[in-house]
């Protein structure tokens, strides 16, 4: 719920459940989210440090941060970074020879090294990576008998839809009004 009200509390918590998850996606063979969790708890103090900067540079006393919006010329790179991610991933989760779903394991994590860096750089558009990751980890889950992690990726399904709707009312409402000159 941190990240859905964009507070900045939401590094500190989001180090503790990779802890957890590195375990649980190292025991399923799912080796790449297993990996991932190992990056999320690195993108966490970049993340935190981004948000402390932010914080100071735009003098605001509260925890939650006024999302901002990503350049439009970085789309494309960015969607090259995840499909090379994707591709490299897989590849190596192939060659490695035991992850039980090389592809969708290699696509989440791709997908979701890009969305931490957009999150850490308060881009309300990073909720279109986790659009796509969580109902394809819904999937992945049931896939490898990981039930009630399953249920908690549908929750988050909802939570995605919701916090993209807030980011992007919260950085529309940041921006100043275009008065019509008479």
Not at 124 to 145: A, D, F, H, K, N
């Amino acid at each position: 719920m941190l990240e859905y009200r964009a507070n900045r509390w939401l590094w500190l918590f989001g180090a503790l459940m990779p802890l957890f998850y590195i375990y649980i996606f190292f025991k399923q063979q799912l080796y790449a989210n297993a990996a991932i969790n190992v990056y999320y708890l690195g993108a966490s103090v970049y993340g935190a440090v981004c948000w402390a900067k932010a914080a100071r540079n735009t003098e605001q006393s509260s925890s939650e941060l006024t999302p901002t919006r990503m350049p439009s010329r970085m789309w494309w790179m960015l969607a090259v970074v995840a499909i090379l991610l994707t591709l490299l991933i897989t590849l190596l989760l192939h060659q490695l020879g035991e992850s039980s779903e090389a592809l969708i394991d290699g696509l989440t994590t791709a997908l979701s090294i890009v969305g931490i860096w957009m999150m850490a750089k308060r881009y309300y558009q990073q909720w279109i990576c986790w659009m796509v990751v969580e109902p394809l980890m819904v999937l992945l889950s049931i896939r490898t008998g990981m039930y009630p992690t399953a249920i908690m990726y549908l929750v988050y399904c909802v939570i995605v839809w919701l916090g993209y709707r807030r980011w992007k009312n919260l950085y529309e409402q940041s921006q100043p009004t275009q008065g019509l000159s008479s």
